[in-house]
Nanobody
């Protein structure tokens, strides 16, 4: 088990920025592919960004492309999601997920470990 802990959520106005962090214990996390998912009320959980274990490859959903940036610092066992130009439709609970599989992973079933989530609320 690899505990994942998200932080950085909160309430912001539209157009502002937030940076989410996903911290993990255990050195093996640096070898895990990682993704950020979100789930809004009444909607399915969706992958908004993913990053390979090395950080060399990234994926973004069309809805966040150009506004969100995923990155990782393996020395700190931490993955980040920088969210700029936030919109009310970005309001959701954001989850960090880790996988022992290689590559860019977009499906929930590809991930082995999940954090508890952090709430992001964007007001208009």
């Amino acid at each position: 088990q690899v505990p994942l802990v998200e932080s950085g959520g909160g309430l912001v106005q539209a157009g502002r920025s937030l940076r989410l962090s996903c911290a993990a214990s255990g050195r093996t996390f640096r070898s895990y592919a990682t993704g950020w998912f979100r789930q809004a009320p009444g909607k399915e959980r969706e992958c908004v960004a993913a990053i390979s274990w090395s950080g060399g490859s990234t994926y973004y959903a069309d809805s966040v492309k150009g506004r969100f940036t995923i990155s990782r610092d393996n020395a700190k066992n931490t993955v980040y999601l920088q969210m700029n130009s936030l919109k009310p439709e970005d309001t959701a609970v954001y989850y960090c997920a880790g996988s022992i599989r290689a590559g860019l992973l977009r499906a929930q079933n590809d991930y082995d470990y999940w954090g508890q989530g952090t709430q992001v609320t964007v007001s208009s």
